[in-house]
């Protein structure tokens, strides 16, 4: 809270009152096609911009090769989304690694760009250190290894030139079967199979090989694992959670793939786990993915840029949008405070002939 001017004494300024934030733009490789365009358009894309006009932001999406930074003149860059000029003051951006298949080019390119608008000063909600970690679901499991809800048991294959010789078979000596086979950095529900012996595996590794797939390999919990998503939003979980239950007798309960949703208050166990992922994360967004196998929960995944489903039984989707309001009122006040505390001090006092106009 900040006291405002002369003449004004007794009037609170909220974070929001003080925000310079005007556009938030989201890095995303452009390669869906016409109709995953659509459909997520339908599914999340359009409410995202209603929900940011709302709050008198914008909500837009690019790709990395969107980004221009003009730096002939040193310490007067100019850093254009399209056409537009852009700064750390109007601007943030939304930086969560994506890497399936198709967009396997663009890796690299969204890493660099996100060290590139780090060193500028822009203020990057979900940091670029974290990219790798949430990207890779060992890393992830490692990484927050301490949870109070276990990770589930994993190995991770890598399926490279010598995929065929099984020597990753080494660290398969105690795992159970049936076995989940899926890739280590996907997201959706994708690539997801069930192994029922060694066999299933080297198949699933081979065919994983045609696209340098790493595999992870985890115990199968069993028909009807159900998962819950807990959002969480500047450190505090969100009432409800999004639970996922598969068809009979699939092993994936991913809407994707066919599994049904919806939000039922958040169990009181995952309550209290946040305050752990909360202190390990300290972001204002995030979800975190667990497994429910009928007698205990299983920490299972992170989802930085984890989708905020719609509930379709809503024609107005009321849940969806206040959610996603949530979400980006957190952005913008993680990006007040980001600027006032001097998150960006060094690079801008460095950059002090950024244009503005």
């Known amino acids: 809270m900040v006291v405002g001017p002369a003449g004004k004494a007794g009037t609170l300024m909220t974070v929001a009152d003080t925000a310079t934030l005007r556009r938030m733009c989201w890095i995303f490789p452009d390669r869906e096609s016409t109709r995953a365009t659509a459909m997520w358009h339908d599914f999340f894309w359009d409410v995202y911009a209603e929900v940011a006009a709302d709050l008198d932001l914008s909500w837009t999406m690019h790709s990395p090769d969107a980004v221009t930074v ?3 003149t040193p310490g007067r ?3 254009y989304v399209e056409d537009e000029l852009v700064t750390p003051a109007d601007t943030l951006f939304i930086t969560a690694l994506y890497s399936l298949p198709y967009q396997s080019a663009d890796i690299f390119n969204q890493y660099a760009l996100y060290s590139v608008l780090e060193q500028l000063g822009f203020y990057l909600p979900f940091p670029p250190w974290l990219s790798p970690i949430a990207n890779d679901k060992l890393a992830t499991l490692l990484y ?3 949870a109070p809800v276990p990770p589930i048991p994993t ?5 490279g030139r010598d995929v065929g010789k099984h020597l990753y078979e080494v660290a398969l000596a105690d795992l159970t079967y049936p076995a989940i086979v899926k890739p280590a950095g996907w997201c959706g529900g994708g690539g997801v199979n069930l192994a029922r012996d060694a066999e299933d595996i080297r198949g699933l590794a081979t065919l994983a090989q045609g696209g340098d797939t790493t595999l992870v390999v985890q115990p199968y919990l069993g028909d009807g694992t159900v998962d819950y998503r807990v959002y969480v939003i500047d450190g505090r979980p969100y009432p409800r959670v999004l639970r996922r239950t598969p068809e009979p007798g699939s092993p994936v309960s991913n809407a994707s793939r066919g599994g049904i949703m919806d939000f039922p208050p958040t169990p009181p166990e995952l309550v209290a786990a946040t305050a752990y992922f909360a202190d390990k994360l300290p972001i204002p967004f995030y979800c975190i993915d667990f497994l429910f196998d009928g007698e205990r929960f299983w920490f299972s995944e992170l989802e ?3 989708v905020i489903a719609p509930e379709f039984h809503d024609p107005q989707r009321a849940l969806q949008r206040e959610l996603t309001r949530a979400r980006f009122a957190a952005y913008r006040d993680g990006h007040t405070r980001w600027l006032a505390n001097g ?4 690079t801008l006092a460095y950059l ?3 244009v503005t106009t």
């Open 70 to 72: 003009d730096h002939l």
């Open 77 to 79: 860059p100019r850093v």
């Open 144 to 146: 927050l290894r301490d």
């Open 155 to 159: 190995v991770r294959i890598g399926t």
């Open 304 to 306: 930085p840029d984890g």
């Open 343 to 346: 998150g960006a001090a060094p």
């Open 352 to 354: 002090s002939g950024m």
